[in-house]
Nanobody
Framework: QVQLVESGGGLVQPGGSLRLSCAAS????????MGWYRQAPGKQRELVAR???????NYADSAKGRFTISRDNAKNTVYLQMNNLKPEDTAVYYC?????????WGQGTQVTVSS
């Protein structure tokens, strides 16, 4: 079992940037594929970006060109750099750690994009 704690959310103006962090503990971080998901009010949770154990990445179309996911296995942390934020990016962002035998979620961090 891995425990995940997200940080870095907040209020930002359209066009601004935020970097989300997700610190993992309790298991071997490098064994997990890591992802960022988000859930806006009244909508289903959706994938934003994922990074595999080997560093391969994939992004939702809405995130391509604006968001970058990365991981630091030495720090047991995954990051989501978000640039050129838009009001439609407003959501609770969740960190996810997955391997064939387990899926774990963090508690989420709120991102609000508004002027």
């Amino acid at each position: 079992q891995v425990q995940l704690v997200e940080s870095g959310g907040g209020l930002v103006q359209p066009g601004g940037s935020l970097r989300l962090s997700c610190a993992a503990s309790g298991s071997i971080f490098s064994f997990y594929s890591m992802g960022w998901y988000r859930q806006a009010p009244g909508k289903q949770r959706e994938l934003v970006a994922r990074i595999t154990t080997t560093g391969s990445t994939n992004y939702a179309d809405s995130a391509k060109g604006r968001f970058t996911i990365s991981r630091d296995n030495a720090k047991n942390t995954v990051y989501l750099q978000m640039n050129n934020l838009k009001p439609e990016d407003t959501a609770v962002y969740y960190c996810n750690a997955a391997k064939p035998t387990a899926i774990n979620w963090g508690q989420g961090t709120q991102v609000t994009v508004s002027s």
